[in-house]
């Protein structure tokens, strides 16, 4: 199937992932991409990742950089001749109880996630605009809908995410750009094997509460970024495409351990 063939599709934190998950799915069904991560070595390992013959410029900024975002935005104008669709899955998470949280951290948190979200956004739109479509999806979470222990910033940016993603979604509707967010629960990346790795996941305890009883891989995220972009979803803007295995629907107690 090439479902996107031809279409325009910049992505963010496309260096692992569900950015990198984001630019495979993309590139298989026959998009022409424009990848951005700050990190310029995992860019490559994507690019090495793609189908031969798959249409790729790629670019290792931040999206924290509004005139660097700008560039890349052009230079993809420039190649292809314009942006049709954004996948947005730039992010950072830190863990720290909030008595003991470092402004510092928490700006940067925010920076990243909800500024640098906004950033690409309004770089992309600028020139959607013109055309009078396009398709914008936000990585944004769970954990923009609920609160979590030691997790305020990242919290406060998802939430940020979402309120920012039905702002655009009014805004620019009625000019042809449907702004949407997939809200992934834990998802197998190198994000999430970090805090396991540290202590601070437990897969096991995540799955329990989930009715699914597992955590999400980031093709499953990838694919519901695949939806929102192309012409299915035509009628859908301002929409948060949870991909969490039941886990917002579920107020009820974890499963209890097998065994117990
Ligand atoms: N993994 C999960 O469990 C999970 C769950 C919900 C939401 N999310 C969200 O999904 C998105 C992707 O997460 P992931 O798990 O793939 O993370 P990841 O850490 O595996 O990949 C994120 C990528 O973003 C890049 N990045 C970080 N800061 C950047 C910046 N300033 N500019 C450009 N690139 C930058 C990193 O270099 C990395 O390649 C994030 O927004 C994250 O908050 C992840």
Redesign the pocket.
């Known amino acids: 199937m090439q479902r996107h063939k031809g279409r325009r599709v910049l992505i963010?934190?496309?260096?692992?992932?569900?950015?990198?998950a984001a630019a495979c799915f993309f590139a298989g069904e026959g998009a022409r991409l424009c990848l951005?991560?700050?990190?310029a070595g995992?860019l490559a390992a994507t690019l090495d990742k793609l189908p031969p013959g798959t249409e790729a410029l790629s670019h290792a900024?931040?999206?924290?950089d509004e005139v660097a975002i700008a560039g890349v935005v052009d230079a993809m104008v420039a190649a292809y001749g314009g942006i049709d669709a954004v996948v947005n899955?730039?992010?950072?998470?830190v863990v720290e109880p909030a008595l003991e949280a470092r402004i510092d951290i928490f700006r940067e948190v925010i920076e990243?996630?909800l500024v640098?979200t906004w950033i690409v956004c309004q770089a992309a739109a600028r020139h959607m605009v013109k055309a009078g479509s396009g398709a914008i999806v936000n990585?944004?979470?769970?954990?923009g809908f609920q609160g979590a222990p030691s997790r305020t910033a990242?919290c406060a940016s998802?939430g940020g995410v979402v309120n920012l993603t039905n702002s655009l979604a009014v805004e620019w509707g009625p000019l042809g750009i449907r702004v949407n967010s997939v809200?992934?629960?834990?998802?197998r990346?190198?994000?999430?094997q970090?805090l396991i790795d540290r202590g601070i996941y437990d897969v096991d305890a995540v799955s329990r509460r989930t009715p699914l009883r597992r955590?999400?891989e980031?093709e499953e995220?990838a694919a519901a970024c695949g939806f929102l972009v192309g012409d299915e979803a035509g009628m859908t803007t301002g929409h948060h495409l949870a991909v969490d295995g039941g886990w917002l629907a579920n107020g009820f107690l974890m499963a209890p351990k097998a065994g117990a």
């Open positions: 963010t934190g496309a260096g692992n992932g569900i950015g990198m951005v991560d700050v990190d995992a900024v931040s999206v924290t899955s730039a992010g950072v998470v990243v996630n640098g990585i944004s979470s769970v954990y990242y998802k809200a992934p629960t834990g998802t990346t190198p994000m999430v970090g955590i999400a980031p995220v």
